[in-house]
């Protein structure tokens, strides 16, 4: 079995940064794929950023290019996403997601077979 546990979020005024982590445990995810997904009040869940959990491909929706950074530490098995320059339109539930059956992060909700329980991200302008 797996779990995921999110922490870092919180309140945060436009220009700012967090760091979210995720915490993993249950199996070893050498072949996993791992990602970022958001979801603001009556809005799709949407991805945010993917890594494979081996390392080397990550990615980035357009709207955070530039602005997020996801990274891994598989000693510690943690997933982080370190957000900055952040804006009003970055709030939202952040969800840490693990794909089981894929190398690569897919875009789709679908893929990921495990979910945290999600952490708040509120930017005020």
């Known amino acids: 079995q797996v779990q995921l546990v999110e922490s870092g979020g919180g309140l945060v005024q436009a220009g700012g940064s967090l760091r979210l982590s995720c915490a993993a445990s249950g199996r070893t995810f050498g072949s996993y794929a791992m990602a970022w997904f958001r979801q603001a009040p009556g809005k799709e869940r949407e991805i945010v950023a993917g890594i494979k959990w081996s390392g080397g491909s990550t990615y980035y929706a357009d709207s955070v290019k530039g602005r997020f950074t996801i990274s891994r530490d598989s000693a510690k098995k943690m997933v982080y996403l370190q957000m900055s320059s952040l804006k009003p339109e970055d709030t939202a539930v952040y969800y840490c997601?693990?794909?089981?059956?894929?190398?690569?992060?897919?875009?789709?909700?679908?893929?990921?077979?495990?979910w945290g329980q999600g952490t708040q991200v509120t930017v005020s302008s």
């Open positions: 997601a693990a794909d089981s059956h894929s190398l690569y992060p897919s875009r789709s909700t679908r893929e990921y077979d495990y």
